[in-house]
């Protein structure tokens, strides 16, 4: 008699006791998390949504109910990796009570791991509010796309006084009881003084090789996403190039009539 083999799925304590740096990319749909969910030890249903399947300008157009969708599919097409859910632009910052409401909805309709949200010693209150009431949270320091107005654009920060405070914030998301901090476009000698100071793992997007753990925007890495790429996304891959080939490929053969053939279709009569 056959057992059936279930795959243990990692968690926030599963990941912050890993030996190895943790390896995340984000997700948005179930077909691309089954192809990351055998490689990747947390997959990030990121706002990035918006920007990169949306086509939004920036993140804070970003609704909790888009990142429910997402992450319900992320979660459906992944078996072993954690799966955190970001909470977006004004679901969070009004008060420790607002950003509860919105998290318990998305742990409870999606059954993510955990949520992650931006800021760092002005959200310590919301954090330590939401991890008391028993939801995992990863924080987000350094550059803050939802505040990308407030920073003046996509930049890397942690130069002069912005140093002294990126440090307290990691300080007070790692106080707060966040179990991770993701540090986004910082300064590397900064992003790495913060990895040796924190006891909780750091999850570097242009940061530092020293973090403990990396993440990336798949469509990034991929070259799926070709309208902007950060200086600090390697691009393991260039398939949108290979989509472009392919769909021209298709486009001819479909105008020359070799498309559909007789392999793809049924009951053609055979040529005499």
Avoid at 78 to 107: K, T
Avoid at 159 to 186: C, H, K
Avoid at 204 to 223: F, H, K, N, R, Y
Wanted: proline share 6%; net charge neutral.
């Amino acid at each position: 008699m056959s057992r059936h083999q279930t795959v243990k799925r990692h968690t926030p304590r599963s990941l912050a006791a890993l030996d190895a740096p943790i390896v995340s990319l984000t997700a948005y749909t179930a077909p691309m998390a089954r192809l990351l969910d055998a490689h990747c030890d947390l997959l990030l249903v990121g706002d990035s949504v918006g920007m990169v399947v949306y086509g939004m300008e920036s993140t804070l157009a970003v609704t909790p109910e888009m990142m429910i969708a997402h992450g319900q599919a992320v979660v459906r097409g992944s078996q072993r990796a954690c799966v955190a859910v970001d909470m977006p632009f004004g679901s969070y910052q009004e008060s420790p009570q607002q950003a509860f409401r919105v998290a318990a909805q998305i742990m409870a309709q999606t059954g993510a791991g955990c949520v992650k949200l931006e800021g760092g010693q002005e959200m310590a209150e919301t954090i330590q509010f939401l991890v008391q009431r028993g939801i995992p949270v990863v924080g987000h320091i350094g550059l803050k796309p939802q505040a990308v107005h407030a920073h003046g654009g996509f930049r890397t920060v942690g130069r002069g006084d912005e140093a002294e405070q990126i440090l307290a914030d990691a300080r007070a998301v790692q106080n707060a009881g966040a179990w991770a901090v993701v540090i986004e476009s910082t300064m590397e000698p900064l992003s790495r003084k913060i990895s040796e100071i924190l006891h909780i793992p750091t999850i570097g997007i242009g940061a530092s090789p020293a973090c403990g753990g990396q993440v990336l925007v798949t469509e990034d890495m991929l070259g799926l996403f070709p309208d902007f790429t950060p200086r600090f996304v390697r691009k393991f891959a260039d398939l949108g190039k290979e989509v472009e080939q392919a769909a021209a490929a298709y486009a001819q053969a479909v105008r020359n009539r070799s498309f559909p053939g007789p392999a793809e279709c049924v009951g053609m009569p055979e040529k005499k």
